[in-house]
């Protein structure tokens, strides 16, 4: 039984750089979520999707980011134009039920 | 608007005793659930334990159980004979009913940092 994947594990870019991160959620979850994590603070949540639907993308920190789950499968996370403030852990969870299963995170550097 | 608050930035425990990481919460809907998260330094959030608004008993699993006191709107951790590994930070979260249900998102507290001594 393998858990939530994300790839890459750490992520160096320079400022100005798109990045995109992946998430293997759980194969038979139906939700997925998008979290950030900056140093000192609890997950901030981002956006989740119920199969291929984003149902809630409002909390996305701004037009630069962007996330999709084509097929109810995998996720990816897209953030352009990188920022310093964008430094942080990217966490990804799924869920079937009450439950949210979290992947190892992201860590991305913005130069 | 729901809120988690943690009090302690760090706590100390002597290894094989037990400790309590506070955890109050705010919110208005009279449905509503709880979780306790572990991080430890290599960042993956663990679950350690959840407790639901409408559960006539506080929550237990294994060495973690959850003191719950609805009146109060609190919701503390309570770790018996405490291990080497427990040091991690630990994270209180509370589900958001945006519109999710029972599988809404979650909202995190800043987290406690403990520390058990040998």
């Known amino acids: 039984d393998t858990g939530v994947s994300q790839d890459p594990r750490h992520k160096i870019t320079k400022r100005g750089q798109n990045v995109t991160f992946r998430c293997d959620p759980i194969s038979e979850h139906n939700r997925l979520y998008w979290y950030r994590q900056t140093l000192g603070q609890g997950p901030e949540f981002l956006t989740y999707f119920q199969n291929e639907a984003q149902l809630e993308k409002s909390r996305l920190l701004s037009d630069r980011f962007s996330a999709e789950r084509p097929k109810g499968s995998f996720s990816t996370l897209e953030i352009q134009r990188t920022e310093q403030g964008d430094s942080a852990m990217y966490l990804c969870?799924?869920?079937?039920?009450?439950?949210?299963?979290f992947g190892p995170g992201t860590r991305l550097t913005v130069l | 608007a729901q809120k988690i608050t943690q009090t302690q930035p760090g706590m100390f425990v002597q290894e094989k005793e037990a400790v309590t990481l506070d955890c109050t919460y705010d919110t208005s809907d009279p449905s509503y659930g709880l979780f306790w998260y572990k991080q430890p330094s290599s960042g993956e959030m663990i679950f350690l334990i959840y407790?639901?608004?409408?559960?006539?008993q506080n929550a237990t699993e294994g060495r973690y159980s959850l003191n719950f006191q609805k009146a109060r709107k609190s919701a503390n951790l309570v770790i018996s004979a405490s291990q080497l590994g427990d040091s991690a930070m630990y994270f209180c979260a509370m589900r958001e009913n945006l519109n999710g249900g029972s599988q809404g998102n979650l909202i995190f507290g800043k987290g406690t940092k403990l520390s058990v001594k040998p």
């Open positions: 407790q639901g608004s409408y559960d006539q």
């Open positions: 969870a799924s869920s079937q039920t009450t439950q949210q299963f």
